[in-house]
């Protein structure tokens, strides 16, 4: 029997029955049609998860019953912080989906010379909190507890310019180190990635200047999105835990 995982933002409380959010509620009653009784599993980000059972299970309202507090940790002991220029259509999707999935810890939505994605700034709030449900939604899907914290859109001049203690790393093919030769400080990496037109010659000189290395996964060019996961996966099998 198949056990749903529903993010749920609110306290969750042992032995407590709760509402869960409309969202939730239409995906369990209308969608997945589970019927009184069935076993959930929630989760808020507090680095547990909650076994329950529905109780109520209408159309517009589904409420459910928390028996246990379940201290489940899958989080990786390699800290990634995922600086992701911004894409056209679903590659930006497709990286932050993938690089939850694969453990990264934040995520910053970068604006770089040859972002194509043109927004007011009411419109990149809205993207952002498009990209904070998929991040939550894969969340459940791959039975993580802790959510990664998705910073506010920045450009890459003052994301690269961050005062921090990770390793500053971006990737180029014809860079003369290998990524499976750096060493990772206990702080983590800060993994830069570039959109689909990549970076400008400005941007790569910037980001020198400021401390980035760069590092290379073999002689191809990769698109943005297979960039982000491609190095994600190799950083978690060599430095991580896959």
Not at 16 to 31: G, M
Not at 47 to 74: F, P, W
Not at 134 to 148: F, T, V, W
């Amino acid at each position: 029997m198949r056990i749903p995982r529903i993010y749920h933002p609110d306290l969750l409380i042992v032995d407590q029955t709760i509402d869960l959010t409309a969202d939730a509620a239409n995906h369990i009653a209308n969608v997945l049609r589970l019927n009184e009784g069935h076993p959930l599993v929630l989760f808020n980000g507090d680095g547990n998860e909650y076994s329950a059972e529905l109780v109520t299970a209408k159309k517009r309202q589904v409420s459910v019953l928390i028996d246990a507090k379940l201290s489940i940790n899958v989080e990786s002991t390699l800290k990634i912080h995922l600086g992701q220029g911004v894409s056209r259509g679903d590659r930006m999707d497709m990286a932050i989906q993938k690089a939850v999935e694969l453990g990264v810890t934040e995520i910053t939505p970068l604006i770089t010379e040859r972002c194509g994605v043109k927004l007011s700034a009411e419109r990149w709030q809205k993207k952002c909190q498009q990209w904070q449900k998929l991040i939550i939604s894969a969340c459940e899907q791959c039975g993580r507890n802790q959510i990664p914290k998705l910073h506010p859109c920045t450009s890459i001049h003052e994301w690269t310019k961050q005062s921090t203690s990770e390793l500053r790393l971006t990737l180029h093919p014809k860079a003369e180190k290998s990524i499976k030769h750096l060493t990772i400080p206990a702080s983590g990496v800060r993994l830069l990635i570039g959109p689909e037109g990549g970076f400008s010659d400005a941007e790569i000189y910037a980001t020198e200047q400021v401390g980035f290395q760069t590092a290379q996964m073999g002689p191809r060019v990769l698109r943005t999105e297979t960039a982000a996961i491609a190095a994600i996966a190799a950083l978690q099998a060599i430095h991580g835990d896959l």
